[in-house]
């Protein structure tokens, strides 16, 4: 093995998949991509990793609510945009050719386009480390979509592509919740 620069190490337990998160305030929709998320349990509840530095965080932080949209391959033109501009000056659902949906439970967008959607409530914020964790409250998916394979950013610009899906779970039974 060849040493690897520590501020590289990241790059090696990237999570995924890559996500899209809506958020709705007084000024509006807004969508960010969010590459840092992570399952924290069967219940449904998850994390991701965000900040002031992000527009619709302010928005996160006040309505206690999101929406988690799954994107795939074919959208990562539009992913990457998403990520590279701002929604204090940008209509990202207007400039990436988004369709805002509602939903059940939370007043943000659900993401027409995507393959799935989360709609979720935020139970909590730990600052020192800007992590938000979210319950899932109701999930969506798009079972006519042709286009399945998800996004996972490495961390450097660069992307993997999900591959071929192997089936263990007769295996695993005993460890699985009922129903999964």
Known sequence: ???LPLSKAFTLLEPGPVVLVTTRSAQGCNVMTISWTMVMDFTPRFTL???PWNHSYAALKK???CVIAIPTVDQIDQVVGIGT???ADTDKFKQFGLTPLEGQIVKAPLIKECLANIECKVVDIVSKHNIVVLEGV???LDTTR???RTLHAVGDG???VDGERINRKRLMRSKLPPGV
């Open 49 to 51: 990793t965000t900040g």
């Open 158 to 160: 660069t992307f993997i």
């Open 1 to 3: 093995m060849k040493p």
């Open 85 to 87: 501009c701002t929604g």
């Open 138 to 140: 109701a999930a969506y």
């Open 146 to 148: 042709k286009e399945k």
């Open 63 to 65: 309505s206690k609510e």
